[in-house]
C-alpha cells in the first residue's frame, strides 16, 4: 500500500517527540540533545525499513505488470467488482498456460475473478502490499487460493511443515491487510485412470466439500449420490463413478484429518486458518513414486492405485466456488492515518500531562520551601530575614505575572495551581518587621548625650480612606491624602541631610478573623504606599509595608468608638543613612 500515510505519522510523532523533549519535560539540556538523537535515529531507522521494503516491493511487481493491460480490457464496472485470489502452492501452476510469457502466464483473468500466481509462500504479503499500492481499489477484494498435490509429496512431515508455512504467510499477509483474508483451498488427486478411457471418458467435474459431505460443484450444487445415481447416464459411466465415489470420500477424510487439522491447530500459535470453501479435483498432472496418497490408497485396498493417463491440457480455475467470496471494508489508508495520528496526539498528550504534573509540583514545593525557609528564620536576624523576604518577593512578582500574562505551556494542561499560593505568600510576607533605627546620640556640652526623638506618627483615619472591609482608596480621601503627604514633606524637610524609612502600618479592630484583618490592613497600608508613590517622586525602595491586624490597639476595642479609633493607617518615618532623602525641589 502507499507508503505516505505512514511518512506523515513518523514526521507527526517526531515532532511532537522534540516538543515534549524541549517544552514539557523537567531535564537538563544534555539529556534532552541526548533524547534528541535518540528520536532522530528511531525516525531515520524507520524510513530506511520502509525504503528498504518498497525495493523488495519493486522487484516483486513484474509478476502483475501485465495485469494492468488484462484488467483494460474488462468493462469498467466489471473490473472493479471481480475479487482477486493469489495462487498458491505445489498445484497452483496448473491453472495457468506455460507457453506465454512470465508476465502474461503468472495472470489469468476468468468471468468471475482475477488469478494471480504466487510461486513462493513467503511472497504473499509482498504480492498483496504491491497489489493494493498500485491498484487501492482492490482493498477488500483480496483472497488467498491454495492448491495442493499431495501426490508429489513422499513425507508426511514436510507437507504438514509446508503447510505451516502457508498458515504463517497468510497470518503475515492479514496483519498488513488489516483483516483476513478469505482462504479457498483445492486438492488435485490422481484418478486419471478411473475417468479416462480410451473411447468414453468421464466429464471432470470440480467437487466441493461442505459440511464433511460432498458435492457437485454446480448450479444447483448436487450431493455426490444423486451424481452417481442419476437416471440419464449409462449403466457403464454409472459403474465408472460409483468406482469413483469411494476415492472422493476418502480424500475427503484424509484432508480433514491432515489438511484442515493442520490450518486449525492450536499448536501454532497464531490465528487459524479456516477455509471458507474446500473443493477435489480428481485428476492430476504430476506425481511421484512412493507419495502420500499413493501410502493411503495401499493401506485402504492393499493394492496400488495405477495412474497412467497423462493430462496435457490446463485446468479451468474453479469459478463457482468463489464467485460469492466474502467482501470486507476495511480502513482506507486515509482512516488508518488518521486513527494512527489520533492515537500518536493521546500519547502525546499523556506525555504532557504528566511532564506538567511534575513541573507543577517542583514549582509549588520551591515556593513553599521558600515560604517554610523564611518562617524558621528568627524574626531578630534582620539581614538574613530580608534576604528571604526578597526570595518572596520575586516568587509573588512571578506569579503576578503567570496571573496576567499566563502561565507558561510547560506548567498548564488545566493543571496550574499557583494562585493558591498568593494568600499564604501575602501572609508570611506581612509579619515583615523592619530593623529598627539605633537612637541618634549626640555630644553637647561636657559629657552629656542628647536623643533626637523620632518625628510624630502621622495617624490617618480608616473610615476617611476606605469603605468597611474595603481596601480600595474611595473617592474623596485625597485631601485627607494629601495632608498626610504635607506632613511628611515637612518632617522630612525639617532634617533634609537625613535619609528615612517611611513606614506605612494598616490597624483594624478586633471584628471578624484575624488572619483577614491582618490581610485587610496590609492591603490598606499598600494602597495609601501606592497612592504617594504616584504622587510624589519618592522611589519604592523609600517604603516599608507592614499589616498588624488588631494586635496594636490605640485604645480597648471594647466600645464602638475604642474600635473605631482603632481602625487606622499610621505613617512613621524613621531616620535611615541608607534610604531616600527629600531635596527641596521635590
Known sequence: MSDYPKYIQIIYALVLSLLLLFVFLPITIGWKILGSIIVFAIAGGCFWQMLRYRRVLAASTANIQFLTEKLDLLPARQRYRLPILLVTGSAAKDFFPEDLTLAQSNVLVSSEAVWIYVDEFSHLPIVYDSLIAKWPDMLGRVGVFLALNPEIEDKQGLFVAKLQAFRQSWVDTCRIAKYQLPVYLSVHIGLNDLIYDEYNPLPVYWFQSVNQKLYLLDSYLSPINNWVNDIKIPSDERERRLRLRPFLNETQSWFETNVLTTLISDKQPIAKCVPSGVVIYPTNKTLINENIMQKLWESATTLSLPNTHTIQGGITPPDSLIKFMPIAYPFSHMCSMVCGLIMITSLFIMGCLGASFCNNVKFISQIQNDIHHYRLIPMNNYEEKRQALDVLKNDKSLLNEYFTQ??????????????????PLNVSMSDYVAKPPEPEKVIVEKTEVIFKEPPPSIRLDSLALFESGQANLKTGSEKVL??????????????PETGWLIIIAGHTDSVGDELKNEQLSFNRAMSVRDWILKASDLPETCFAIQGHGAKKPLVSNDTLEGRAKNRRVEINLVPQSSNCIWSREN
Do not use: C, F, W
Not at 499566563?406 to 494568600?423: D, F, H, N
Not at 494629601?482 to 518632617?491: F, G, M, S, T, Y
Open 406 to 423: 499566563g502561565e507558561p505551556i510547560r506548567l498548564g494542561m488545566g493543571l496550574y495551581r499557583g494562585s493558591q499560593l498568593v494568600e
Open 482 to 495: 494629601i495632608n498626610a503627604l504635607v506632613d511628611i514633606k515637612k518632617q522630612m524637610n525639617t532634617n
